[in-house]
């Protein structure tokens, strides 16, 4: 059964989008993250215009997002203060990635771009995330104990405008957590992501949170930022298209709930391990899209006459 998107003008097939958004959202659960990095390839291979895939996302992103913050927050795993000094950077940083959006569609240079950020950003944190992926398992099989992080003092803790976060267990200058915010904000507004594949390792490794609280506060940032970063799309770009976001936050919805559960039967090396794999593919796949002779070497568009 297929319908008409009235935004990206080609129909489609109910069943596939609503099976994308139920497999993103169950990878959202999952990792932690808003699925945007996954979703968003899959719609332009689908064929839905980059732009109008990235605008549309962020719709499905906020869907999944909620309810896998809600699920996190039933088991006192967020750390809100954090949370909340990221999201300050994130708002920011949408408000700056909206107007970029803008300007490379003017100049005709927004599907390049996106595909370009894509690749390489999925494939250099791939890489480092399953480099250290293979470290971790390798010295969990061997029953080595990994350093305690927290302990660990780095450039970080020499800052300034120092706060308290009892929930993650840190005294850190709030400046990371906004510089931190504030790009994920710029990437969530570019590439329609919610932006958890750059701030779980962000968390993780720069600002050292403890791992049982990274996913839920990743949760609660990305809710926020995907929904301003939508609102802005729709009113500036006019590139959301509702009956595709729709279909796509149906299925995120039901998927998040059985990712969050799976996500409490696998060891967290393995889900840093799985993630990376992922993230690694995309990226490839994407990359060899742009090197590839294209089945249509030409297009033909309507002209827009200025008098």
């Not at 732009?51 to 927050?73: C, D, E, K, N």
């Not at 390049?112 to 950003?121: E, Q, T």
């Not at 780095?154 to 005294?171: A, D, Q, T, V």
């Not at 915010?181 to 962000?202: E, K």
């Amino acid at each position: 059964m297929q319908i008409y998107l009235p935004i990206a003008e080609l129909p489609v097939s109910i069943l596939t989008i609503l099976a994308m958004g139920a497999a993103v959202g169950f990878l959202s659960g999952m990792f932690g993250i808003g699925g945007g990095f996954l979703m968003t390839p899959l719609l332009i291979f689908l064929g839905i215009p980059p732009a109008v895939a990235v605008g549309t996302q962020a719709t499905q992103i906020v869907a999944s997002s909620v309810t896998g913050a809600l699920a996190h927050f039933s088991r006192n795993s967020i750390d809100f203060k954090m949370g909340s000094v990221l999201l300050a950077g994130g708002i920011f940083g949408s408000l700056t990635g909206i107007y970029i959006f803008k300007l490379l569609t003017v100049i005709g240079q927004i599907d390049l771009a996106i595909s370009v950020v894509y690749v390489g950003f999925l494939s250099v944190i791939g890489a480092m995330m399953m480099v250290e992926s293979v470290k971790a398992i390798r010295a969990a099989r061997g029953g080595a104990v990994a350093a305690r992080r927290g302990g660990h003092h780095s450039w970080i803790h020499g800052l300034p405008f120092k706060m308290r976060f009892r929930r993650s267990k840190l005294y850190i200058s709030v400046i990371p957590p906004i510089l931190v915010g504030y790009f994920v904000g710029v990437l969530s507004a570019i590439m329609g992501v919610g932006g958890g594949f750059i701030l779980i390792p962000a968390m993780i490794y720069l600002l050292r949170m403890p791992t049982n609280v990274v996913i839920g506060t990743s949760f609660f940032q990305i809710v926020f930022v995907a929904a301003v970063t939508g609102i802005l799309h729709s009113v500036e770009n006019q590139a959301v298209d509702i009956v595709l976001g729709f279909l796509l936050v149906v299925g995120g919805v039901i998927g998040a709930q059985y990712g969050v559960r799976m996500a409490e039967k696998l060891p967290a090396e393995q889900l840093r391990a799985l993630l990376a794999a992922i993230l690694l593919f995309i990226g490839l796949r994407l990359g060899y899209d742009l090197v590839v002779t294209p089945n249509d070497l030409y297009s033909v568009v309507e002209a827009q006459v200025t008098r």
